[in-house]
């Protein structure tokens, strides 16, 4: 079993959640921000999300406030920007660190686990990882690819 599904997080209402309950799916873990350039790409992050979750995919964002402080608001407003906005119903988590001393400990797993090119941390908003129904990073994408250049990814995972 991977180590992933030992780790939890809490979600944006503050309900602790055990990654163990998405063992078998496929997963796109992103740190998001509301103010960034790359905001808009909620909107592709949930077309992925609505096209695939019935097959056993789930996007989960992880708002953060690290990058040039993009993420000011709180819980109740993250979520309620997301929902106004984007439509966002894929699961939101709390406002945590994706690198640093506090990294949260879902984000020290995919750094040390996606291998390649970009191991040395989480450089800005709206990185991607994708992870296989076994738990394992098969691939980071940068916060310039834009969601629907992952779908051909998530496809091949899902077959």
Known sequence: MSELY????KLINGESKSFADYEGQVLLIVNTASKCGFTPQYKGLQALYDQYRERGFSVLGFPSNQFAGQEPGNSGDIE???QINFGV???LYEKSDV????????FKY???NAGGFLTSGVKWN?????VDKKGN?????APTTDPAKIAADIEKLLA
């Open 80 to 82: 309620e920007f997301c």
């Open 110 to 112: 995919l750094t040390q």
């Open 126 to 130: 709206f990185t991607k990882f994708l």
């Open 89 to 91: 119903n894929f699961p």
């Open 99 to 106: 690198k640093g001393a506090n990294i949260n400990p879902v």
């Open 137 to 141: 990073v098969v691939e980071r994408y």
């Open 6 to 9: 030992n780790l939890s997080a």
